[in-house]
């Protein structure tokens, strides 16, 4: 295999070292497509099918990419690489659009993956007179969360809950050098300071599916997780996860048309139970909101809007454990009390195989359901999984103390993605990971102006500052029925205020209210909760 010779400013690695690196790679970190670069580096190849999503990177012919700076000609990161042998590989055969390198004198990019709590909190923070900025996200929005589950049934619209990237960054939409790429992120080259994307919707393009590379001098991975299914079958297949405006979406339009099926003539009774029976696995703070949510349309909109089947519709809570089980002892009783006594059933039990119309339990029982709702938490995401970077327990992108990842240069990982290697695991709250990416873009801004942003230039003498540390501010949870939790414990185990009740519904929603994106969301918020609160929840079913 050809090597390349990287420098910058004095910059070397020894070939001959890096190549027994590679020969000794431990098997735990090198798999047929992705291997340790024999420069030095992790080298994620594009030009394989990458597992995380199946996506073929194609030989794309020269063509010009636009006109901000964006070539098709192969670019090497540094003013001063020099290429030192041909390949014929694949990889480096295959020419790509490409946002180039930035050059002597302009300012570093810092290159953004995701579009959530972290990666948002650092797009708003970061220095613009001393950065570029790209973000790389398959979504153009960041979504606030806490709120989705009131976008199920109406309680909010869903515009209420999601924010504009560029309007959380201007300079994405405004400075001539920053950008927003609609795209998944398929591979990392950590030696080049490379990043490998596939746009999204790219079927109206005559090069499809549509690949380019950006280069970086800072790359912040931010790019979420996914659900966490547990290998159990069906569970993609048949049930709904509630991560995106996407997923909330889908489950208020099955919701709602079950409702309208149920009213056709000759529908069975036990084909209308069937399809009114709501099913949530997973009793945490998702579950449970969702739960409530689904109570109160109960109580107050399908029963003046359904009559004729008003009495079919159920909802069954389905937990391995105990409901909110991070929250206080007494909360917990709380939620189970109110929970039950607003007809939602709670099942202590474990789900075995899930098929299109039942799930079958590790009981053997068998419970049909008409809409199913997976909340059973999050794990590392296919493309996170095929990173060749060391792993935290879980499986996510393992980082220092100051978020780095430690085995590369100018690679920074925080949020759900992202975990410490020699400390406990943060858990994967929206806090976490808004915390994360206040402290780092206060990290890249300090080094930013001690010259610090380009590739390859943070040197030893540049103080990062302190170690991130997490300190939890509390947890509340909605049950629903001007309810809810409110416990400010810093850990599980420690002592501190636990509200629940009115008072707590009036925190949560004022919290909330507050911590919305902008001032725009609260505008919207607070008018859907006062139209809801007048009118009832719209059940409009569009699409």
């Known amino acids: 295999m050809a090597l390349a010779r990287i420098a910058r400013n004095g910059y070397r690695r020894s070939g001959s070292s890096a190549m027994a690196n590679y020969a000794n790679c431990e098997k735990d970190f090198i798999s047929e497509d992705r291997c340790r670069s024999p420069i030095g580096g992790i080298f994620t190849p594009p030009h394989k099918n990458i597992p995380a999503s199946g996506y073929t990177i194609r030989t794309f012919s020269d063509s010009n990419f636009g006109s901000r700076g964006i070539r ?59 950065y570029d900025v790209v973000c790389i996200s398959p979504r153009n929005h960041m979504v606030f969360t806490p709120l ?94 509630l991560l995106d405006v996407t997923h909330a979406q889908d489950i208020r339009k099955r919701l709602l048309l079950n409702l309208m099926l149920c009213e056709n003539p000759g529908i069975s009774e036990e084909e209308k139970e069937r399809l009114l029976h709501c099913v949530v696995i997973g009793g945490g703070p998702t579950g449970v909101e969702f739960s409530g949510e689904l109570s109160d349309f109960i109580m107050r909109d399908v029963r003046q809007r359904y009559a004729h089947v008003k009495n079919y519709m159920k909802v069954t809570l389905i937990e391995a454990n105990e409901i909110l089980s991070s929250f206080d002892l007494g909360l ?12 939602v059933r ?10 299109p119309n039942k799930i079958v339990l590790s009981d053997g029982s068998d419970v049909p359901y008409g809409l199913l709702v997976w909340s059973t938490g999050v794990g590392p995401s296919e493309f996170v999984k095929s990173l060749q970077f060391p792993k935290a327990p879980g499986g996510r992108i393992g980082v220092d103390e100051w978020l780095r ?48 942003g380009k590739a390859l230039s943070l040197k030893k003498d540049i103080p990062l500052g302190d170690p991130f540390v997490y300190k939890h501010l509390g947890s509340m949870a909605s049950m629903g029925r001007y309810k809810a939790l409110v416990d400010l414990r810093q850990s599980k185990d420690a002592e501190g205020i636990s509200l629940a009740g009115f008072v707590s519904w009036f925190i949560w929603r004022s919290a909330y209210l507050t911590r919305v ?16 609160l007048v009118f009832g929840r719209d059940n409009s079913r569009i699409g």
């Open 346 to 355: 709670l099942v202590t039990g474990v789900v075995k195989e899930v098929h």
């Open 148 to 241: 989705l589950a009131s976008t199920c049934v109406g309680t909010l619209e869903f515009r209420s809950v999601v924010e504009p990237v560029t309007q959380i960054q201007t300079a994405l939409a405004n400075d001539p050098n920053s950008y927003f790429f609609l795209a998944s992120c398929t591979g990392i080259d950590s030696d080049k300071h490379e990043v490998y994307c596939e746009a999204v919707g790219n079927d109206g393009l005559a090069n499809a599916p549509y690949h380019f590379k950006v280069a970086y001098d800072k790359l912040v991975i931010a790019s979420g997780a996914e659900a966490l299914t547990f290998g159990i079958k069906g569970v993609k297949e048949h049930a709904f996860f």
């Open 332 to 343: 917990r009783k709380y939620a189970s009390k109110h929970l039950t006594k607003c007809g």
């Open 72 to 130: 098709t000609t192969p670019h090497y990161q540094f003013a001063n690489a020099e290429r030192v042998a041909e390949s014929d590989s694949e990889y480096e055969s295959t020419k790509y659009p490409t946002l180039e390198a930035t050059k002597p004198g302009q300012k570093p990019r810092v290159v953004v993956l995701g579009s959530g709590w972290a990666a948002c909190r650092f797009l708003k923070g970061i220095d613009t007179r001393l």
């Open 405 to 452: 990842v430690p085995t590369v240069e100018d690679v920074f990982a925080l949020g759900d993605c992202a975990g410490f290697l020699e400390k406990p695991v943060l858990p994967a709250l929206a806090q976490v990971a808004e915390r994360e990416g206040k402290y780092l873009v206060e990290m890249l801004n300090r080094i930013g102006k001690q010259n610090g």
């Open 517 to 532: 994106i902008s001032w725009r969301n609260r505008f919207y918020v607070a008018i859907n909760w006062a139209t809801t």
